[in-house]
């Protein structure tokens, strides 16, 4: 193997554009590995913790003990907002949990009784979700239906007592805190332990994702780029975060569309060439009707029914992108079956299973594989249309077809000129043009190397 | 003696490959007159079908005629123009292939690639044109050639698509055809049909034929000269009676010798040891020294000159009294 | 030489292979193609036989028959005096075949002789005659197992001792492996080694018995020349040290030089391992050289089958005689009349009524559209199907 995998190396280097495309396909990995320190994520900061943290940094710095009384306050403050709440009704939510239990080991009408006494309460205060109570109420009849609100609850309950064993936490590092507050000394590190506590606590809160293009402006026509954001501006996000985030993103629907599509592919196309007859037919029937139903129209359809995001577009991606590679699968398989090394090892008395492993598959899997990569590019143009379409991406995420999506108002230029608005387009654009060249250029090189047609 | 119709001088053909130059054709000569069969006899990588492209000026866009002249009628059509090369090719020098199917465009009818050569070439209305095609699929033996002419390609069998393509080859009246492995691909009996068809058209329309092939009984059955190459050269050249009767080369006596024949019976072939070069790594001497029975030192590091035997044979070899010696004692041995 | 005192190795009798022709969308069967229609033969131990014919006489159809890389539509294949025919037909279609090829005809002749013995001595056939004695013997379920019992085993044995050579060198070696690999198959596959190192040993001996060197053995197929691969493609074979080999137009697709080569070859090893050929070829002359019986072929029939002597010195059915003649000798001084059949071969899906060679005959009368000619034996094992044998010299 050696002399040929250098044989073929010798031809990739010798290839420019297949070498192009490699560079370019480095380039966007690059970025993509990247992405958060070129583009940092602004997490959006709760004014008061901003306060909080300007004013420790001038106490580290000034010493000055008037601060601590200050910042006792702001904490104490925000504890009351912020933990307070769950500490007051831990005790009878843990009633709650005990009568859920109670009811868990015992179900009887007693017990059930029981545990909705606990309940209402609990969600006329609104300390628990009004829900709760409803599903378990209204589903008496229904096992089902009532066992999964039982189920809602015991998570619900779970979830407020885990905040509140946080909240307890909490409440013993401020009650430090304050028994700390004499001297600046002593009540820095406490402080800053506190305070790091406090702001990671909020950002877990948050549910922060950073694939969603932060919003830097209310102004709803696009801005020009300038120093902050290079790329402009469009529908009041960053065009450059998106671009950069973007790239993770095409990687993900390209990668996952079509790994997922090429394996289902290659199992239904070597079940239905192996097997032949009825099987075949079958199976390849269904796949002309898979191939006949337009694909926009179905991914819309099907994207519309499952809800819109992204993995929902991958999954309709996925259910009407696999019969290319089984029809090729089998093709190659079948072709490969009449081929005269097949033959020979039928002749020698190898089992049929082993002639498939040794024989056919290495024959016939490597054009699929070529064919997958170079598709890979097209799955981005595929999202990004329905993205465009507005039934890809949700609004907001950081995706090259969400942004042309917002460009779509602003084509056609403004007052300014027909190109006032260019860079809405201009750059998400490039960068999905390019990363398409990319994997068709690879994906050529490839085919070219390990077709055995042109191998010398 | 008349001057030749197509005469090749010092041909070479190069084509460029990632692994470099590679000489396929290395200074082939030879001529041929009206109403002669020249055969170019060789194997695989022998540079025997990159000969007659070249003629034809039907080249791959990697390959290029790097040196010698091709004279059509005393007139290089090595290096004019592709515009002047156009109203030759067909015209004046037709071809004909191995393969039919490949050669035929499979979406018009057999008729209407007749018919575009003779109003492309001959200046006939459509009418005519119509006329002679049907004359012609006559000519070469196709059955009906009414209804023939408005066929596909697919629906004629093997036999009968090479007459077709005879046919289209003979269209215009060609000075030269240049025939390449045309019966290769045929059965026996069907192979018989179209030789026997092509010596009654040459001895009608008095062209001459360049006849590529491998097989040396078809070359003794059609050719008046032949011409037999080697790694991109030809090794012996001269009238068909005296390269068989009296082989001056080893290749070409060990070729004679090795293959078995209806009208002899050997106990064992004599073969030629080793493979087949490979036009990217052609021995640096002779061509043949790796193979060959009488090779010494001097034919691995020197090519020896195609020298005059004797009036009109050719040969290209330092040692040809040693082989005339063995060619004498094996004749004796087999009587 | 006389036949009788050799051992048949093969034996093929009325053997038949369709293919069916699909058309529609319900992919109906709409006609068949005749490949291989009713041919019988034996072939002797240590012996060459030629199957000679053009493209479609069904040659190459009769060599992947034999060897069960196809099903036969009908017919029986005895190799070694033992029916192979069910051995690789499903279950039920295997136990059909012993039922009509056996059974019942015993039953039918028994009711005739009204005696066992007197039927097992009326068979003519060997194989009949010794599967008559198990039938008797033991009844109709000891037949049976007699057949199809240790079928794993048998099978085994039948893929060890019949082996292919295919034509095209080029498709016959899986590009994707290693020559040990692709020798090594068999090897393995019939347990006839004990360890890698015994097959490496193993390999390397074949590999100077075709000649090529031994340390090729880690090479990839594309790195040999066509004749070398053909000599890969002949070690494979080898290897299970078989008893026939079938080569299927084995040096049709080498250089003129190389054939020979290939040729002497086969000729070395058939006297070193004693092997029998089936040599499937469409040039004469290469058949003529190598065989020492020959089978012309036409249109799915035997048409001509004798001693090679025989059969081109003094060829009997007109087919033979047209053949021949249409062969280009390489002496330009060989004059010959040269007959030219007119037309092509038909159609083998719809085959011309009685004797197939009518149509292009040129000695034809009414009785050949009619009637079909037996293959009949004319003196000497020298068997041709003609109405009017001999009678065409050309």
């Known amino acids: 193997m050696n002399e040929e995998y250098k044989r073929a190396l010798r031809k990739f280097y010798k290839n420019p554009s297949a070498m192009f495309g490699l560079i370019l396909l480095i380039f966007f990995i690059l970025i993509a590995s990247f992405a958060p320190l070129l583009a940092p994520p602004q997490i959006p900061i709760d004014p008061e913790i901003e306060n909080m943290e300007s004013m420790i940094n001038q106490l580290s710095e000034t010493k000055?003990?008037?601060?601590?009384?200050?910042?006792?306050?702001?904490?104490?403050?925000?504890?009351?907002?912020?933990?307070?709440?769950?500490?007051?009704?831990?005790d009878d939510v843990k009633k709650l949990e005990k009568a859920l239990k109670n009811y868990q080991a015992n179900k009887n009408e007693e017990n059930l009784k029981k545990l909705i006494d606990e309940l209402t309460p609990l969600t006329e205060d609104y300390v628990l979700d009004t829900s709760y109570l409803e599903n378990i109420q209204n589903n008496l009849n229904d096992t089902k239906k009532f066992n999964s609100a039982l189920k809602d609850l015991e998570n619900g309950v779970k979830a407020f007592l885990s905040k509140a064993t946080n909240a307890e936490k909490m409440k013993k590092e401020l009650d430090e805190i304050n028994s700390k507050n004499s001297s600046v000394d002593e009540f820095l590190p406490a402080a800053k332990k506190y305070f790091k506590d406090l702001k990671s606590n909020y950002i877990k809160d948050l549910h922060y994702d950073p694939y969603l293009m932060p919003i830097v402006t209310y102004e709803n026509t696009p801005?020009?780029?300038?120093?902050?954001?290079?790329?402009?501006?469009?529908?009041?996000?960053?065009?450059?975060?998106?671009?950069?985030?973007?790239?993770?993103?095409?990687?993900?629907?390209?990668?996952?569309?079509?790994?997922?599509?090429?394996?289902?592919?290659?199992?239904?196309?070597?079940?239905s060439a192996y097997f032949g007859g009825w099987v075949d037919e079958v199976l390849m029937r269904i796949t002309d009707i898979f191939m006949s139903i337009p694909f926009m129209l179905s991914a819309m359809v099907l994207t519309t029914v499952l809800g819109t995001g992204l993995d929902k577009v991958m999954i309709a991606m996925i259910v009407?992108?696999?019969?290319?590679?089984?029809?090729?699968?089998?093709?190659?398989?079948?072709?490969?079956?009449?081929?005269?090394?097949?033959?020979?090892?039928?002749?020698?008395?190898?089992?049929?299973?082993?002639?498939?492993?040794?024989?056919?598959?290495?024959?016939?899997?490597?054009?699929?594989?070529?064919?997958?990569?170079?598709?890979?590019?097209?799955?981005?143009?595929?999202?990004?249309?329905?993205?465009?379409?507005?039934?890809?991406?949700?609004?907001?995420?950081?995706?090259?077809?969400?942004?042309?999506?917002?460009?779509?108002?602003?084509?056609?230029?403004?007052?300014?000129?027909?190109?006032?608005?260019?860079?809405?387009?201009?750059?998400?654009?490039?960068?999905?043009?390019?990363?398409?060249?990319?994997w068709n250029l690879v994906g050529d090189a490839l085919r070219d190397i390990f077709d055995p047609k042109l191998r010398g | 003696m008349k001057d030749p119709i197509l005469k090749v001088n010092n041909l070479h053909t190069y084509f460029n490959t990632e692994d470099g130059e590679v000489r396929a054709v290395r200074g082939v000569s030879f001529e041929v007159h009206e109403g002669e069969t020249l055969a170019i006899v060789g194997e695989s990588g022998s540079g025997k079908s990159v000969t007659s492209l070249s003629i034809m000026r039907l080249l791959d866009e990697n390959g290029r005629i790097a040196e010698g002249e091709i004279l059509y009628k005393g007139r290089d059509i090595s290096k004019i123009p592709e515009d002047d090369m156009r109203h030759i090719r067909g015209k004046e020098i037709a071809m004909i292939f191995q393969e039919p199917m490949t050669a035929l465009n499979p979406v018009f009818t057999v008729g209407d690639q007749i018919i575009e050569m003779i109003m492309l070439h001959m200046g006939m209305d459509a009418k005519a044109a119509r006329q002679r095609a049907i004359e012609l699929l006559r000519k070469v033996g196709i059955?009906?050639?009414?209804?023939?002419?408005?066929?596909?390609?697919?629906?004629?069998?093997?036999?009968?698509?090479?007459?077709?393509?005879?046919?289209?080859?003979?269209?215009?009246?060609?000075?030269?055809?240049?025939?390449?492995?045309?019966?290769?691909?045929?059965?026996?009996?069907?192979?018989?049909?179209?030789?026997?068809?092509?010596?009654?058209?040459?001895?009608?329309?008095?062209?001459?034929?360049?006849?590529?092939?491998?097989?040396?009984?078809?070359?003794?059955?059609?050719?008046?000269?032949?011409?037999?190459?080697?790694?991109?050269?030809?090794?012996?050249?001269?009238?068909?009676?005296?390269?068989?009767?009296?082989?001056?080369?080893?290749?070409?006596?060990?070729?004679?010798?090795?293959?078995?024949?209806?009208?002899?019976?050997?106990?064992?072939?004599?073969?030629?040891?080793?493979?087949?070069?490979?036009?990217?790594?052609?021995?640096?001497?002779?061509?043949?020294?790796?193979?060959?029975?009488?090779?010494?030192?001097?034919?691995?590091?020197?090519?020896?000159?195609?020298?005059?035997?004797?009036?009109?044979?050719?040969?290209?070899?330092?040692?040809?009294?040693?082989?005339?010696?063995?060619?004498?004692?094996?004749?004796?041995g087999e009587k | 030489m006389s036949q009788d005192n050799k051992k048949v190795l093969l034996q093929v009798d009325n053997l038949k292979k369709y293919f069916p022709v699909r058309a529609g969308v319900f992919k109906r069967v709409v006609a068949h193609v005749k490949a291989v229609d009713d041919i019988s033969f034996k072939v002797y131990e240590g012996e060459t036989i030629g199957l000679v014919g053009e493209s479609g006489c069904g040659k190459s159809t009769t060599g992947m028959t034999i060897l069960r890389l196809l099903n036969p539509t009908d017919g029986r294949i005895v190799v070694d005096g033992l029916d192979t025919t069910p051995l690789f037909l499903p279950k039920t279609r295997a136990n059909k075949y012993i039922h009509e090829i056996y059974i019942s005809?015993?039953?039918?002749?028994?009711?005739?002789?009204?005696?066992?013995?007197?039927?097992?001595?009326?068979?003519?056939?060997?194989?009949?005659?010794?599967?008559?004695?198990?039938?008797?013997?033991?009844g109709s379920h000891g037949l049976?197992?007699?057949?199809?019992?240790?079928?794993?085993?048998?099978?085994?044995?039948?893929?060890?001792?019949?082996?292919?050579?295919?034509?095209?060198?080029?498709?016959?070696?899986?590009?994707?492996?290693?020559?040990?690999?692709?020798?090594?198959?068999?090897?393995?596959?019939?347990?006839?080694?004990?360890?890698?190192?015994?097959?490496?040993?193993?390999?390397?001996?074949?590999?100077?018995?075709?000649?090529?060197?031994?340390?090729?053995?880690?090479?990839?197929?594309?790195?040999?020349?066509?004749?070398?691969?053909?000599?890969?493609?002949?070690?494979?074979?080898?290897?299970?040290?078989?008893?026939?080999?079938?080569?299927?137009?084995?040096?049709?697709?080498?250089?003129?030089?190389?054939?020979?080569?290939?040729?002497?070859?086969?000729?070395?090893?058939?006297?070193?391992?004693?092997?029998?050929?089936?040599?499937?070829?469409?040039?004469?002359?290469?058949?003529?050289?190598?065989?020492?019986?020959?089978?012309?072929?036409?249109?799915?029939?035997?048409?001509?089958?004798?001693?090679?002597?025989?059969?081109?010195?003094?060829?009997?059915?007109?087919?033979?005689?047209?053949?021949?003649?249409?062969?280009?000798?390489?002496?330009?001084?060989?004059?010959?009349?040269?007959?030219?059949?007119?037309?092509?071969?038909?159609?083998?899906?719809?085959?011309?009524?009685?004797?197939?060679?009518?149509?292009?005959?040129?000695?034809?009368?009414?009785?050949?559209?009619?009637?079909?000619?037996?293959?009949?034996?004319?003196?000497?094992?020298?068997?041709?199907?003609?109405?009017?044998?001999?009678?065409?010299?050309?």
Not at chain 1, 234 to 242: A, E, K, M, Q
Not at chain 1, 407 to 430: D, Q, S
Request: proline fraction near 6%; charge should be neutral.
């Open chain 1, 64 to 90: 000055d003990t008037s601060l601590i009384d200050d910042l006792t306050s702001s904490f104490s403050d925000y504890y009351d907002f912020t933990y307070g709440f769950y500490l007051d009704y831990a």
């Open chain 1, 223 to 271: 801005q020009p780029p300038s120093k902050e954001h290079p790329f402009g501006i469009s529908n009041g996000r960053d065009i450059y975060y998106g671009v950069v985030w973007g790239t993770r993103t095409g990687f993900k629907i390209g990668l996952i569309v079509v790994i997922t599509a090429t394996i289902i592919g290659l199992f239904i196309g070597s079940i």
């Open chain 1, 320 to 438: 009407f992108g696999w019969m290319g590679s089984a029809r090729l699968i089998r093709g190659n398989i079948l072709q490969a079956k009449n081929d005269q090394y097949v033959l020979a090892a039928k002749a020698l008395g190898v089992k049929d299973s082993k002639i498939i492993v040794k024989h056919i598959l290495p024959n016939t899997i490597f054009p699929v594989l070529i064919q997958a990569s170079m598709r890979i590019g097209s799955m981005v143009i595929t999202a990004a249309v329905l993205s465009f379409l507005g039934v890809g991406a949700p609004q907001g995420y950081a995706d090259w077809g969400s942004i042309l999506n917002y460009a779509r108002n602003w084509i056609l230029g403004g007052t300014g000129g027909a190109f006032e608005y260019w860079y809405t387009i201009v750059y998400p654009g490039t960068a999905m043009v390019l990363f398409v060249l990319a």
């Open chain 2, 143 to 332: 059955p009906e050639p009414e209804k023939r002419v408005d066929q596909y390609p697919h629906e004629l069998s093997g036999g009968m698509r090479q007459r077709a393509m005879i046919a289209m080859a003979l269209s215009c009246n060609p000075k030269v055809l240049i025939a390449d492995e045309p019966t290769t691909a045929l059965d026996v009996t069907i192979q018989a049909q179209i030789l026997e068809l092509m010596k009654e058209l040459q001895k009608e329309y008095g062209m001459a034929i360049i006849f590529i092939t491998h097989d040396l009984g078809v070359v003794a059955e059609m050719s008046d000269k032949a011409a037999v190459m080697y790694a991109g050269k030809v090794v012996e050249y001269g009238d068909i009676v005296s390269i068989f009767k009296r082989p001056k080369n080893p290749y070409t006596w060990g070729l004679m010798q090795s293959i078995p024949k209806l009208n002899e019976e050997v106990e064992r072939l004599m073969s030629i040891p080793g493979t087949v070069p490979n036009p990217r790594k052609f021995p640096k001497g002779c061509g043949f020294s790796n193979r060959c029975f009488l090779a010494k030192e001097k034919c691995k590091d020197e090519m020896p000159e195609l020298i005059e035997v004797e009036p009109g044979h050719y040969s290209r070899c330092f040692y040809i009294d040693e082989l005339v010696k063995e060619v004498e004692k094996s004749r004796v």
């Open chain 3, 105 to 138: 005809r015993f039953n039918e002749l028994k009711n005739k002789y009204k005696s066992e013995d007197e039927v097992i001595k009326n068979l003519k056939d060997d194989v009949d005659k010794k599967y008559a004695k198990i039938y008797f013997e033991k």
């Open chain 3, 144 to 394: 049976h197992h007699e057949m199809l019992s240790n079928i794993n085993e048998k099978r085994k044995w039948f893929r060890r001792n019949m082996q292919i050579i295919f034509q095209d060198p080029y498709s016959s070696l899986n590009p994707r492996l290693r020559i040990r690999s692709i020798i090594a198959e068999g090897l393995f596959t019939h347990g006839l080694v004990k360890s890698g190192a015994e097959a490496t040993e193993k390999i390397k001996d074949l590999l100077e018995k075709v000649g090529l060197s031994s340390e090729y053995i880690y090479r990839f197929p594309h790195e040999f020349s066509g004749g070398q691969r053909q000599r890969i493609g002949i070690a494979r074979a080898l290897a299970l040290n078989p008893k026939l080999i079938v080569a299927d137009e084995a040096v049709s697709a080498l250089d003129v030089s190389i054939q020979s080569q290939v040729i002497n070859l086969l000729e070395d090893l058939q006297k070193e391992f004693k092997l029998t050929y089936v040599f499937i070829a469409h040039d004469l002359a290469v058949v003529k050289h190598i065989s020492d019986r020959v089978a012309v072929m036409y249109l799915g029939k035997i048409v001509e089958l004798a001693d090679k002597k025989a059969l081109f010195d003094n060829p009997l059915h007109p087919y033979t005689v047209a053949l021949m003649s249409a062969i280009p000798i390489p002496d330009p001084e060989y004059k010959k009349k040269r007959i030219i059949l007119q037309g092509d071969v038909p159609s083998p899906i719809n085959p011309p009524s009685g004797c197939r060679f009518h149509t292009r005959c040129p000695i034809a009368k009414d009785i050949c559209s009619k009637k079909e000619p037996p293959l009949v034996d004319m003196g000497d094992g020298h068997m041709v199907a003609c109405h009017f044998a001999g009678q065409f010299k050309g």
